[in-house]
């Protein structure tokens, strides 16, 4: 915005906007450009890529997001570490979203089917966890590229003992 069009639109000085200014530009809220000021672009904080639990970028196809309490949001590479994390922060979880394989839509993670063991190379965490909306597309899966088929808090308890193991 040019300093005569706040003067005009705010009916003062362009003195006093020139003053009001300094502590919004001291705030690194705004900066001066020529003739006039602009906003500042808050600078994103891209963790979103990152999946919480191993660090791994993020593979949109294959994400799985954790709604905590205190509004925190979480987002993981894949259901692998999405489980895995829900595990740890079971009563912070508000909500667990994951998306369908095959059809990327989105849904609440209790109620998905997880596939494992699939022949089918994800190229993310070991145990891949696939996750699906309907349990049949998830065994339609499995007779095309093998694996078993477990409920949410089974693929939780079966990533978890594997990983153990390793
Ligand atoms: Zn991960
Ligand atoms: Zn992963």
Known sequence: ????????????????????????IDAGIVE???GGVSLIEKQ??????????????????LRFQL????????????????LLRYRELKE??????CYDFLRQTTLSA??????MDTSLDISCCQPQVLSFQHEVDAK?????????????SKAIETVFQRMKST
């Not at 915005?1 to 919004?24: F, G």
């Not at 912070?92 to 979203?97: E, S, T």
Request: negative net charge; hydrophobic residues 35%; contains cysteine.
């Open 32 to 34: 001066k450009s020529f």
């Open 110 to 115: 209790q109620l998905a089917t997880y596939v």
């Open 44 to 61: 994103q904080v891209h963790n979103d890529h990152i999946c919480t639990y191993c660090s791994s970028p993020i593979n949109y196809q």
């Open 1 to 24: 915005m040019k300093i005569s069009e706040l003067s005009s639109s705010l009916n003062v000085s362009e003195m006093t906007i020139h003053r009001d200014l300094v502590p919004l």
């Open 67 to 82: 709604i905590l309490t205190n509004d925190r949001h979480e987002m993981t590479c894949c259901a692998h570490c999405g």
């Open 92 to 97: 912070n979880v508000v909500q667990a979203i």
């Open 140 to 152: 339609k899966f499995v007779t095309g590229f093998s694996g078993g088929v477990y409920s949410f």
